[in-house]
């Protein structure tokens, strides 16, 4: 497609269009266009699948997620960038017997993924996760609040 028409070759948008549309059937080099990688699709769905409760108590905040299927060793509890809380962990479809086909799969596979920004008083040194019946609860101890600064007394010198 030629998008030459009347002056529309210096559009910007209209040229991205055109290399869009030329390299649609390429897709080694989709990630020219600056799009999104596969890895950043996965945990976007991963992460828009993976429902959360977010609780603040006086002394903690407490995280709990729903991780169905995974035992405590296939979950992933982090912290990254100092204040970046990552849960992550894989669910993997079960092991077939010989015979045996699936007439309805329903159940969720594949990556399940949350991450929160953690505030400023979050204690990332005092992280305790546990795991039941297949919900996460992670809970993130409170820094103590930080003890109002005394006014500094000078001493004035008679000169």
Not at 43 to 66: G, L, Q, R
Not at 108 to 137: H, W, Y
């Amino acid at each position: 497609m030629d998008l030459r028409i009347m002056g529309l070759e210096s559009s910007p948008l209209l040229s991205t269009l055109q290399q869009m549309m030329e390299l649609s059937d390429d897709k080694s080099s989709s990630a020219s266009l600056n799009g999104p990688s596969r890895t950043y699709v996965r945990d976007a769905k991963a992460m828009a699948a993976t429902p959360a409760d977010v609780k603040e108590y006086p002394n903690s905040y407490v995280f709990v997620v729903d991780m169905p299927g995974l035992k405590s060793g296939d979950i992933k509890v982090q912290v990254e960038d100092d204040n970046v809380l990552l849960i992550s962990g894989e669910r993997k479809r079960e092991e077939e017997k010989e015979g045996t086909k699936y007439l309805r799969m329903e159940r969720r596979i594949g990556k399940l993924m949350r991450k929160f920004v953690l505030p400023d008083n979050a204690n990332t040194e005092a992280i305790s996760a546990v795991c039941q019946d297949g919900v996460l609860t992670v809970t993130v101890n409170k820094l103590p609040p930080p003890e109002p600064k005394k006014p500094k007394t000078i001493e004035v010198k008679i000169a």
